[in-house]
Structures are given as C-alpha cells and as structure tokens.
C-alpha cells in the first residue's frame, strides 16, 4: 500500500474499516404513507433516537372515508430495534388516541347511508403492541412496516367504557436526518 507516494505496512482489514469515512449518524426520520394518502389516511410521523436501540415515535393521522366517516388519531409509540435504531425487527409498545365519527364499514341497509355529522363520535384510548421491520439506505430513505394490536378503551354516550382489540399498524416511507 502507498501513501503519499510511501510505502505502508498493510492493515488488518478491521484497521482499513476504521480508516474509510463513516455514514453520518442519524437521530431523526420524518416519514408518511404514499399509499394511505390515496385512500383518504393523511397523517405524517416522526421518530426521534434516544439510544442506540430505542427511538420515539409520534404519528397523528386524519381519516375521511367516503362523506360518512371521518376519525383524528395520535399515537406514541417507543420502538425497540433488535439490530440498531431505524434497522431491522423492532418491537413498539405504544398509547393511542382516537375521535372517530360515522361508521369506517358501509352498510348495504341504509339508502343513502348517514353523513358523519349526524352520527354520535366515540372516542377511544388505549396501549398498543407492534412488531415491524425498519429499512434504511446509506442516503437516508426509509421504509418502516409494522403490524400489531391495539387495545382500545370506549367511552360511549352512557359512560360505560368497552375494550376492544382492533388490528393496527403503519407503513412509513420516510428520510431520516
């Protein structure tokens, strides 16, 4: 090996790795669904690292479906990488927080079906668990897919509170700075 026209004792290669510039570190991902915005889920997240394996996450998305339903969500989560922050298989334990108006399934009995603002709006709380995976390029694009349940807390109009698990999760195409 030369340097500066010199001869070198060559390195080990741990000794080469060393040398080579590093990728910078990144502590913060910005990220949205391009695939929720074409069917009416507009909502954005971001995920700030606070260790090598942890990072927090807060995600608020707006729903309208069709001119029935229309729901605000926010959720918290603290994804746990397996690997390191923003790569690979990651556990999230997370709260979530739901206002939601009308009815997210259509039903074939009513002609024409109510508008949301004549529907009672249900709030709903709760913790949830996800599991996903995390991909990351050298330039910073991020995929993020994570799939779980939520168990959420009803408060209806009589005050009697339900739990009820429902299906959760996210797809986040995002850059990372």
Do not use: K
Request: charged residues 20%.
């Amino acid at each position: 090996m030369c340097i500066r026209d010199r001869l070198a004792p060559s390195a080990p290669h741990a000794q080469l790795a060393q040398l080579a510039p590093s990728a910078p570190e990144r502590t913060v991902s910005l990220g949205v669904n391009p695939l929720g915005w074409m069917m009416g889920f507009y909502g954005i997240s971001a995920t700030v690292a606070l260790s090598e394996h942890t990072a927090l996450r807060a995600d608020g998305t707006y729903i309208r479906l069709r001119d029935d339903y229309q729901s605000y969500e926010f959720e918290l989560g603290l994804p746990i990488y397996l690997v390191d922050r923003f790569d690979g298989l990651f556990i999230e334990p997370g709260l979530s927080l739901r206002r939601s108006r009308g009815s997210a399934f259509v039903s074939t009995l009513e002609n024409p079906p109510p508008r949301y603002r004549d529907q009672p709006v249900s709030h709903l709380r709760g913790a949830n668990l996800l599991v996903g995976w995390h991909w990351m390029s050298d330039s910073g694009v991020n995929l993020a897919v994570a799939a779980g349940l939520a168990f959420l807390t009803e408060v209806d109009e009589m005050h009697d509170e339900t739990v009820e698990p429902v299906a959760n999760g996210y797809l986040r195409l995002g850059f990372a700075l």
